[in-house]
């Protein structure tokens, strides 16, 4: 199959890279050249850590992933290749308006055969859907990070989209070893329905000097299993993404756990974006040994704490 790959950020290196190593080739465009300048250079290094992870031929693995990888510095040339592929998928930052403006402009000029994918982790795919002109052919595929080295795959269908979109998306994950499951198309799917008011509460209880980023992180890895800890999960996730995520859902639903905590504000004002900039809840110098911030500096403990917090 032939794919095009629509946003090269650290997601859609992720995807780009599995659908590589899945035997199919991928045609990938951002419009900030500094973003997908970095393309080979990290699909080369995550399809080795997949290598290495499943015991798989290194060197030929890798090789002869890159070697599905066709990277695009041409808008124009990136949308007549995307022509012959058979899904296109977007992994543009969650911002309905800037999806839809830019589905707008791509997908009229693709067949009608080619299926819309959309790695959103939290938005309507109907807007999306009706934006493109293919909204029986529209469906949220969700992939979790780092996309090659994580089974699940949140599948969401619109309102409109076919049961044929939805078994070819399913059969197709099925046949890259990835695990798709159904959610439902309300702010934040399944996953981070659940998961981000947890996260943000962390933050929250952190913001209150209720606990310490190592205590909280170790209590969830051997009391529940969480496998890294919400605040080491933050960080790869990133500030900026879990800031627009939690806007976007506050803004559908009113909730307001799901407002976002000032701590998360300030520490994107500051460029503490976590394992992207090197310094979030944890300090990445060493990616393979980080270790967890002192953070009091963003306990508020009066009204004077919180002003020094605004602009």
Known sequence: MKFAVLGTGIMGRGWI?????????????????????????????????????????????????????????????????????????EVIYEDLKLKCTVLAEYLPQLPESVIFWSNSSSLDIDPMAEAGGRPDRSIVTHGMNPVPLMPGVEVVPGAKTSAATIEFTRQTLLDMKKSPFLAPNIPGFWVNRLLVPQMLDAVRLLEQGKIKVEDGDLGLNTSVGHPQGTFKLHDFITAPTMLRVALQMYQATNDP????????????KNGENGTSTGLGFYDWSD?????????????IATAEDMLESCP
């Open 17 to 89: 890279t599995q659908c590589a190593i899945s035997g199919h080739e991928v045609h990938c465009y951002d419009a900030s050249p500094k973003t997908l300048a970095g393309v080979v250079g990290g699909c080369e290094k995550l399809a080795a850590t997949v290598a290495k992870k499943f015991k798989l031929e290194g060197a030929d693995f890798v090789a002869n992933a890159m070697g599905n990888i066709r990277v695009h510095t041409e808008k124009t040339a990136f949308i007549d290749a995307a022509k012959g592929c058979d899904v296109f998928l």
């Open 257 to 268: 756990r799901m407002y976002p905590p000032v701590t998360l504000i300030r520490m994107v």
């Open 287 to 299: 990616p393979r040994n980080p270790k967890p911030r002192d953070l009091s500096k963003y306990v």
